[in-house]
């Protein structure tokens, strides 16, 4: 942002008008009800682990999870809004993820909540750099990872180097995990005006919208990398 | 205890010699893996939950179970144990309860976690009266209730009340529960000679054992009626 030429300067985040707080409410809302969400989903993921280790490992980051989701309904809460109101216009769209992505072993968990959450986490990032300071403070205290990634990023090496023949099945199950998770996305931004239009408002023109989709593809890729899942 | 006559004397936990650490280890272990199975189960049962609310306090309370194991661990740890190994020897009783007893919906599960902690609670405590006191302590402490009981009780007569016929599908479902609960436990006895002698040895002779689980059949026919599942 630093290096932007004084002739065209962005609009900062500071001089931007005060988003509806629809918006704002739609955004703790929907992230409250995925850290719901993914509380319930490593604690599952728990029930498959190969180890009592590995389960108290997940069932840790469970708590994390639900942790978050505290704050975030205690923000709702502050802000005057009911927390069960906010959340529930998003539980179809994140319920029928999750029920067309559930794992069917210990590291297709791991891989749909580390590809998962590392997707969301990205794009929810980007999105707080267009409300209010102190519900973006929270929305990016909340991401920060619980210890979940590098936890799955090893285990899932660790597997592949085992079992060569795991890479091939997991890195179709990788991209099945993108194609409904953007699959679920488009139909809440279809269904949530005020959320879609803080997004392409606060980044002004549609061209910045493709890059940012573009950082998100990056990402997603760099993360399948890691896992040595890449194509 | 203060008015027992002076004649015949019970022994008080105080004299009694202390227990074989391996049957405090054993205690510590089936707890400590009845917590964390006890965290996934509620866990799971949020995901039943018939509202958002109803789900937040059912994922509240599987956190505290998780705490729970938590200071388990710890202690075991601090008794130079490791925890996996404690936990371990248990797995396949306390795993074959939980298979043969899968809630099918929100309020089997409420039953189950009520009448089955409640059982397993009453039991430790009486177990706890033989081990040292800082184990005792901790054990007492990790079998409070973390309002599930209240919870539970109060949906189950709810839902009674808006729908009779349930009444009595809950009920068998109950006297279900405990059938598992003793066929496991009994299992569990037979496999851990140093748990079961620290429990005879404990009591002292085999009348009193009797009089334990008269006063265990009681306090489950107590709840079953607090339930509204009386026969």
Do not use: C
């Given at each position: 942002m ?56 997940l ?20 802000l ?22 559930a ?14 959450d ?68 488009y ?45």
């Amino acid at each position: 942002m630093t290096e932007q030429s004084a002739a065209a300067p962005p609009p900062a985040a500071a001089e931007l008008p005060t988003p509806p707080p629809e918006a704002v409410v739609d955004l703790l809302g929907v992230l409250a009800y995925g850290e719901l969400t993914a509380f319930e989903r490593l604690a599952a993921d728990a029930g498959l682990a190969p180890t009592l280790s590995d389960k108290a490992a997940l069932g840790g980051m469970a708590v994390a999870e639900f942790g978050q989701f505290l704050r975030l309904r205690e923000r709702l809460r502050g802000l005057g809004v009911d927390p069960e109101s906010a959340m529930q216009p998003f539980v179809s769209a994140v319920d029928a993820f999750h029920d067309s992505t559930a794992p069917s072993n210990w590291l297709e968990g791991l891989v749909k909540a580390y590809v998962g959450d590392g997707i969301a986490t990205d794009f929810y990032r980007e999105v707080a750099a267009f409300v209010d300071p102190d519900t973006r403070a929270l929305v990016l205290d909340v991401l920060e990872d619980t210890g979940h990634a590098s936890f799955a990023v090893a285990k899932v090496q660790a597997a592949i180097a085992a079992d060569p023949p795991v890479q091939g099945r997991l890195a179709l199950w990788a991209r099945r995990l993108m194609g409904e998770a953007l699959s679920q996305a488009y139909r809440v931004a279809g269904e949530h005006a005020a959320l879609a239009m803080l997004i392409v408002g606060g980044i002004g023109d549609l061209t910045e919208v493709g890059r940012l989709m573009a950082r998100l593809a990056d990402a997603h890729s760099r993360r399948l990398a890691l896992l040595g899942l890449s194509a």
